[in-house]
């Protein structure tokens, strides 16, 4: 489940103001992209493209964190019933599901690694998954 695009820009917002930042306006970038590509591929939705990509590092709300900011983010989605958006920030962090190759900062506890290190092994990433991990890495905050 995710969110409506309203109610998923009143989330950003509201997060924005938490932890104010350009990470807002990456993830409205990367929303925009994930949208216009998902657009344009058969059998993908541009709204719930769009929708997964404003959210991706909603995690952010909560401070600055690196990897931490993913547990954040799926706990924090998780928390309001949005499922597949709890996955979307999950995944964007990990091209090969597992935390291996991740390059940031290893600022969680060892509780939050293992719950990160789980979900990602139970898990599929899909074709919104891989969308999303594209805009984010390519996405910047103007």
């Not at 590092?57 to 597949?84: C, N, P, Q, W």
């Not at 939050?112 to 919104?128: A, C, G, S, T």
């Amino acid at each position: 489940m995710i969110p409506s695009r309203e109610e998923a820009e009143l989330i950003l917002r509201e997060a924005e103001n938490c932890n104010p930042g350009p990470w807002g306006n990456h993830s409205r970038v990367a929303a925009h992209c994930a949208k216009e590509i998902a657009a344009r591929c058969e059998g993908m939705d541009p709204d719930k493209a769009y929708i997964l990509g404003l959210l991706h590092d909603i995690g952010r709300k909560f401070g600055t964190r690196h990897l931490g900011h993913v547990a954040d983010g799926y706990t924090y989605m998780m928390s309001l019933g949005y499922d597949e958006a709890a996955k979307g920030c999950l995944t964007h962090s990990f091209p090969d599901q597992t935390t291996d190759g991740y390059i940031g900062k290893f600022d969680v506890t060892d509780q939050e690694l293992r719950m990160i290190q789980e979900r990602l092994k139970e898990l599929e990433p899909d074709d919104y998954d891989r969308l999303i991990r594209l805009c984010d890495s390519l996405a910047g905050a103007e």
